[in-house]
């Protein structure tokens, strides 16, 4: 016959389950600030080159 768990095994299970969790989460947190710092540089480099090429337009129709 299988045992029942008792109030503070079940409590002890779930701080477990929940500090993995939570660990996972601090981790996705900082991936997700690198990819939007990654992504404002990207962006920017996005600005400059349409510039560029807009001004690059403009030497050649002169």
Not at 19 to 36: D, F
């Amino acid at each position: 016959m299988a045992s029942r768990l008792t109030e503070d095994q079940i409590k002890w299970i779930l701080t477990l389950d929940a500090s993995a969790a939570e660990k996972e989460i601090n981790s996705l947190i900082k991936v997700n600030k690198e990819l939007q710092e990654a992504n404002k540089g990207v962006q920017k480099l996005e600005i400059i080159t349409s510039v560029e090429g807009a001004t690059n337009k403009k030497i050649a129709r002169h």
